[in-house]
């Protein structure tokens, strides 16, 4: 059987030193890390993740600038903010929920953060940066930072490994892909137009999966001891719960279980990370001014 990793253990791991480093800025440099925290319109999903954002600030200690604005926000000012944010001292970083409105262009209001404090990630001097050997960016994307951490917590060896990664979206796949080369990992990215995946990914010592489709990856899919993060959130009808719903992974879990080295389960395995990355991030940006060059 599996070796099941704990997000949720190693995540809060992670925040418990978080907190202890902001105690030291504020006592050392009288110095809180701040966090803009920015949302858009009242979908559900959205709200539910900035709340949990918020309180993740509130227990490390992180001063979280709450922006809630309406669905019917014009770009123009959403940019204004961004402006305004970028230019005030006491924010550090800077997170915009997605998803935007329809109206407002995503990637422009994205690329006006400053890349000193887009702790998400996704600025494309980051993302660029991030796929250049030699070159390291100021911030790595939560999520995909978050995979990469709980494969060398858990001691897997990524150097000379062959890894598959199922997806290659911009928020989580191609990142991901692109951290597992820096660390000297043989990449294969498969997606929606690649023929014959199930033998792609049997090959893999290294399997991380982030194609949003429930039980996609069986386990007669897993090569014996291989190492699978799960990145999936998929909903699927369980008359049993309140909800009318669970959340499940991409992988079936009771079938990779009986095959893999180590799992992780959904929900509490990648999430949890994507979190405590995000606060990682802000106290990085935090301390970036006060860290000898």
Same mark, same amino acid.
């Given at each position: ?5 704990? %997000? ?5 791991? =992670?925040? +418990?030193?978080?907190?202890?480093e ?7 440099? /009288?110095?809180?890390?701040? &966090? ?6 009242? *979908?559900?999903?959205?709200? $539910?993740? @900035? ?13 979280? !600038?709450? &922006?809630?604005?309406? #669905? ?15 230019? /005030? ?8 929920? &997605?998803?935007?409105?329809?109206? =407002? *262009?995503?990637?422009?209001v994205?690329? #006006?953060?400053?890349? #000193?404090?887009?702790?998400? %990630?996704?600025h494309?001097? *980051? !993302? ?7 070159? #390291? ?10 995979? =990469?951490?709980?494969? $060398? ?17 911009? =928020?989580?796949?191609?990142?991901v ?7 000297d ?10 023929? *014959? ?10 399997? !991380?999966?982030?194609? %949003? ?12 001891g291989?190492a699978?993060? +799960? @990145?999936?959130?998929?909903?699927? +009808?369980d ?12 992988? +079936? ?7 893999a ?12 990370? $994507? ?19």
């Amino acid at each position: 059987m599996a070796t099941i990793i704990d %997000g949720k253990a190693i995540a809060q791991s =992670i925040r +418990d030193g978080l907190a202890t480093e902001v105690r030291s800025l504020l006592s050392d440099h /009288n110095l809180v890390p701040g &966090l803009a925290v920015v949302i858009v319109g009242s *979908n559900k999903d959205s709200q $539910t993740y @900035v709340s949990t954002k918020r309180k993740a600030c509130a227990e490390a200690g992180i001063r979280s !600038i709450d &922006l809630d604005f309406p #669905e019917s926000i014009s770009e123009s000012e959403l940019l204004k903010q961004v402006h305004q944010l970028n230019a /005030n001292p006491d924010v550090h970083g800077i997170l915009i929920q &997605l998803p935007l409105p329809k109206h =407002i *262009n995503e990637e422009r209001v994205l690329g #006006e953060i400053s890349i #000193e404090k887009d702790v998400d %990630g996704f600025h494309p001097l *980051n !993302i660029g940066k991030l796929a250049m050997k030699g070159r #390291e960016p100021l911030f790595v994307p939560c999520t995909p930072k978050g995979c =990469i951490e709980l494969l $060398t917590r858990s001691g897997v060896t990524l150097k000379g490994k062959r890894a598959v990664v199922v997806g290659r979206s911009n =928020i989580v796949g191609l990142p991901v892909s692109l951290l597992l080369l820096k660390a000297d990992a043989t990449v294969t990215v498969v997606h929606s137009h690649t023929q *014959n995946i199930e033998s792609i990914v049997r090959e893999a010592d290294i399997v !991380i999966s982030a194609a %949003g489709q429930a039980f996609m990856i069986k386990g007669d899919w897993i090569k014996p001891g291989a190492a699978v993060i +799960d @990145v999936g959130m998929n909903a699927v +009808d369980d008359p049993s719960k309140k909800r009318g719903y669970r959340l499940v992974g991409d992988v +079936d879990f009771v079938e990779a279980s009986k095959v893999a080295g180590c799992l992780t389960p959904v929900p509490g395995g990648v999430g949890p990370m $994507t979190v405590a990355m995000l606060l990682k991030n802000t106290v990085e940006a935090a301390k970036r001014p006060i860290v000898p060059k």
